[in-house]
């Protein structure tokens, strides 16, 4: 069968799209290519269009409109920005009593208080605690904050054996209370109050004394806050620039120590409680004829009382050459007086010194103790010696005691002590192997035995002999006890030597290494009743004459003018 001609469409004869029935219809931009022929068309951003003011673009919405959000940055990340070198953020702590002793099995347990101060508002906060028992799965820890009527417990027996550390709040969680709810953005000055319990009692056996205790903790509390008042620059400031102080008119306090100000005309710093101008050494106490001077102690005390009296105030008992210069203008009283090398007279000489002590006299005598602050102003003269501050050098042996006495006080220093001359020799600073030196104990030189030291005095000296003398001064230029030293009863210690023993010129040597000095007859009496110095002896500053015994409360089991090889423990001091 054929298909007709006649019957077959026209397009197929001629092929052209035009003699199509039917033809599709196009979108008006198929054959314009016009962006403007589209249909749906995309939203394009608002050229043009902008933020205002302290904002910035942070996205595009669907719109095509502007998100825009703060310029400013968050308050609390300044250091982000600064690399760690500017901060805000500051950490205040508070610890409680130390080695607080846990009543066994007493489940009411035992309580320490403290009272943290008025810092800011807390930003985060947290306990740190660490507690001795001999079965911490019987231990409970309750801590109460300011107002509190129920405690948070911090600690419910989860942990066994003997020992915990932790911090609450910080990596530790509590087992009941939610500080942070309570505590966060909110100042926590006032009483926080800790409880320790111990609900088990340990079982000893028939006939043995019940144990009191069983253990011990240490605790305390810490917030960080978001200062607006304060900065701090973690780093050396440099700047292209002035540096404009203000008029600070707060207290000059432990807080604020180190500050500088500018006022009355004067550029200030604080220091020792005072703000004083740039320049000026203060001394903590009265100056009187450049003796820096603390309070006296009581007007009948033994050598210990008297020892330990000067120590709680960061100072010593005077020495013998400050002692005369200070009785010479009639400032102190006039019954008897210790010294800080115990004010043996040695057959009277030197009643005007300690106005008429005894010759190895007894340790209980109640006598008074004027107590000094050894501190000198710096001097571009001063020589560091083989760790010793020395001031001035008369090295000549035409001088009086009391000459060579108000001499050195007049520069704010003191005669040397039978260390500092040791160490000066050492060092080959005293050159004249025939002369003799003043020393701050009047350079008795119990049988010659020490004339390596301070040269050929004689066995006990008196005011009418002519030496030569040097001025010697403290390294010390703070009241604070400086890290890695160690206070104790207030007696600052670079070094304590109980097993080591040592003769005197290394001794001496070793405290001069760490720019120290032997610690003096009073401080080391002072260390020994603090628990510090247990030396069955100890060399001292004035090498240890135990005259007699009676100076036993403070240098041990040493002999009677004994040799400078004799092995003893020491102490160094910053004094």
């Known amino acids: 069968?054929?298909?007709?001609?006649?019957?077959?469409?026209?397009?197929?004869?001629?092929?052209?799209?035009?003699?199509?029935?039917?033809?599709?219809?196009?979108?008006?931009?198929?054959?314009?290519?016009?962006?403007?022929?589209?249909?749906?068309?995309?939203?394009?951003?608002?050229?043009g269009a902008s933020c205002g003011t302290n904002l910035v673009l942070k996205g595009i919405k669907a719109d095509g409109s502007y998100e825009c959000v703060s310029a400013g940055i968050g308050p609390d990340l300044i250091n982000e920005i600064s690399n760690d070198l500017i901060w805000n953020q500051f950490v205040d702590s508070k610890a409680g009593a130390t080695d607080v002793q846990i009543k066994d099995g007493f489940s009411a347990g035992v309580t320490d208080t403290l009272v943290f101060p008025d810092v800011g508002l807390a930003e985060k906060i947290w306990v740190n605690f660490s507690g001795l028992n001999s079965d911490m799965t019987k231990v409970i820890v309750e801590l109460y904050g300011p107002g509190m009527s129920s405690p948070y417990i911090l600690y419910n027996g989860g942990k066994t054996g003997t020992a915990l550390v932790a911090k609450y709040n910080d990596g530790d969680a509590l087992v009941s209370g939610d500080m942070n709810k309570d505590w966060l953005n909110k100042n926590i000055k006032g009483n926080w109050s800790i409880t320790v319990k111990d609900i088990a009692a340990i079982q000893v056996p028939p006939g043995t004394p019940p144990f009191t205790y069983d253990g011990k903790f240490n605790w305390s509390v810490s917030i960080q806050t978001l200062s607006s008042k304060k900065i701090q620059i973690k780093g050396n400031l440099i700047t292209d620039g002035s540096v404009k102080l203000g008029n600070d008119v707060a207290v000059c306090d432990s807080t604020k120590e180190g500050s500088l100000r500018y006022t009355a005309s004067q550029v200030q710093v604080c220091q020792f409680g005072t703000w004083?101008?740039?320049?000026?050494?203060?001394?903590?106490?009265?100056?009187?004829?450049?003796?820096?001077?603390?309070?006296?102690g009581c007007g009948n005390c033994n050598f210990m009382d008297s020892s330990k009296y000067c120590a709680a105030k960061k100072a010593d008992i005077c020495s013998d050459s400050q002692m005369f210069v200070l009785n010479y203008t009639h400032m102190l009283v006039s019954n008897a007086l210790w010294?800080?090398?115990?004010?043996?007279?040695d057959g009277g000489q030197w009643s005007e010194v300690n106005n008429g002590t005894g010759d190895d006299h007894s340790n209980g005598s109640g006598w008074t103790a004027q107590c000094c602050y050894n501190?000198?102003?710096?001097?571009?003269?001063?020589?560091?010696?083989?760790?010793?501050?020395?001031?001035?050098?008369?090295?000549?042996?035409?001088?009086?005691?009391?000459?060579?006495?108000?001499?050195?006080?007049?520069?704010?220093?003191?005669?040397?002590?039978?260390?500092?001359?040791?160490?000066?020799?050492?060092?080959?600073?005293?050159?004249?192997?025939?002369?003799?030196?003043?020393?701050?104990?009047h350079s008795d030189n119990d049988s010659t035995s020490y004339a390596k030291g301070h040269g050929p005095t004689s066995d006990d000296t008196n005011m009418g002999q002519h030496y030569s003398f040097a001025c010697c001064a403290s390294q010390r230029t703070t009241l604070d006890c400086p890290s890695p030293a160690k206070?104790?009863?207030?007696?600052?210690?670079?070094?304590?030597?109980?097993?080591?023993?040592?003769?005197?010129?290394?001794?001496?040597t070793e405290c001069g290494k760490?720019?120290?000095r032997l610690c003096s007859v009073s401080e080391t009496a002072a260390l020994r009743a603090a628990g510090a110095v247990t030396a069955s002896g100890s060399w001292t500053a004035s090498y240890s004459d135990n005259d007699g015994g009676n100076v036993s409360v403070a240098v041990g089991n040493v002999g009677d003018d004994h040799p400078p090889s004799s092995q003893y423990g020491y102490a160094c001091c910053l004094y």
């Open 339 to 345: 010294t800080n090398s115990f004010a043996d007279n």
């Open 1 to 47: 069968d054929y298909v007709k001609a006649s019957s077959l469409a026209k397009v197929a004869g001629t092929g052209s799209y035009a003699d199509l029935t039917n033809t599709p219809t196009l979108h008006k931009v198929a054959t314009t290519g016009s962006y403007a022929d589209l249909t749906n068309q995309p939203k394009l951003p608002l050229l």
């Open 276 to 296: 004083v101008p740039i320049g000026t050494s203060v001394c903590p106490g009265p100056v009187v004829q450049g003796i820096c001077t603390a309070p006296t």
């Open 514 to 516: 760490l720019n120290s």
């Open 487 to 508: 206070e104790y009863g207030g007696v600052c210690t670079t070094k304590v030597e109980n097993s080591v023993l040592a003769d005197w010129s290394t001794a001496s």
């Open 375 to 441: 501190w000198t102003p710096p001097r571009a003269t001063d020589q560091n010696i083989g760790g010793v501050r020395l001031v001035y050098m008369h090295d000549n042996p035409s001088v009086y005691f009391r000459q060579a006495a108000v001499w050195c006080a007049g520069m704010g220093a003191d005669l040397c002590s039978k260390t500092e001359y040791q160490v000066l020799r050492n060092n080959n600073k005293l050159s004249n192997t025939g002369w003799g030196y003043w020393t701050s104990d």
